[in-house]
């Protein structure tokens, strides 16, 4: 199957830095891409959707000037924690799909997120 | 709003024996609906997924998955269970009417003992 490769798989920051994590579609070219975060022992919870060239949509609750995300081409997207704290730290994981929701979506092997 | 539920967090099997895994959701509209596994430092990987058509879909590994409506359900199976399948096993589920999105449920954490 396709590979999307998300980068780094663990990072450590301090408190009030910002880390930016990336989302590569290796092997095909992603329409769309998407942000999720992930809780211990609890589902992944969309965050944002990413259109090639257009703005990420964002859920409900999500701030969008902290978790700011950039789809600039059709094989990369990225996802900044601004001014990360404490309460940031969890698991950041990205999806890619070229196509609708009838298309297969590929996922990464997600972030370690731990902030200081 | 669309949900899903995974009413199972663990399950333990033995290696042999049958397994299926329990997924219900709700909808309003005509559900696109996933499968998908995650191992340890490994991103999800799709087992199965149903559109439309058969209601019971083939996926990789030697599972399966049942959609019935009546029930809101896609139960995920398999015959015969290896240690291999060891994993935490995600069922997901998108709908036009509610953009192209996919909802998961909390998963289910399945141990396979020998």
């Known amino acids: 199957g396709a590979v999307v490769s998300q980068h780094p798989s663990r990072v450590i920051c301090k408190s009030g830095t910002s880390v930016k994590i990336e989302c590569r579609s290796l092997?095909?070219?992603?329409?769309?891409m998407f942000w999720y975060r992930q809780f211990p022992k609890q589902s992944l919870m969309l965050m944002a959707t990413?259109?090639?060239?257009?703005?990420?949509?964002?859920e409900q609750g999500v701030e969008k000037d902290k978790f700011l995300i950039n789809h600039a081409s059709l094989t990369l997207s990225t996802l900044t924690v601004t001014s990360a704290h404490p309460e940031d730290s969890s698991f950041y994981i990205c999806?890619?799909?070229?196509?609708?929701?009838?298309?297969?979506?590929?996922f990464g092997q997600g972030t370690r997120l731990t902030v200081v | 709003a669309q949900s899903v539920t995974q009413p199972d967090i663990h399950i333990t099997v033995s290696e042999g024996a049958s397994l299926e895994l329990r997924c219900n959701y709700s909808?309003?509209?005509?559900?696109?609906l996933f499968w998908y596994v995650q191992s340890p430092g490994q991103g999800l990987q799709l087992l199965l997924k149903?559109?439309?058509?058969?209601?019971l879909v083939q996926g990789i590994k030697g599972f399966e998955a049942e959609f019935k409506r009546s029930q809101s359900s896609f139960n995920l199976r398999k015959p015969s269970v290896h240690w291999s399948d060891a994993a935490e096993y995600f069922c997901?589920?998108?709908?036009?009417?509610?953009?192209?999105?996919?909802?998961f449920g909390a998963g289910t954490i399945l141990r396979v003992k020998s």
């Open positions: 909808y309003g509209a005509t559900p696109y």
């Open positions: 092997d095909f070219q992603a329409t769309t």
């Open positions: 999806s890619a799909r070229f196509g609708g929701l009838s298309a297969e979506a590929f």
């Open positions: 990413s259109n090639e060239g257009s703005k990420a949509t964002y």
């Open positions: 997901a589920v998108g709908s036009m009417e509610y953009g192209n999105k996919l909802v």
């Open positions: 149903y559109f439309s058509g058969d209601t």
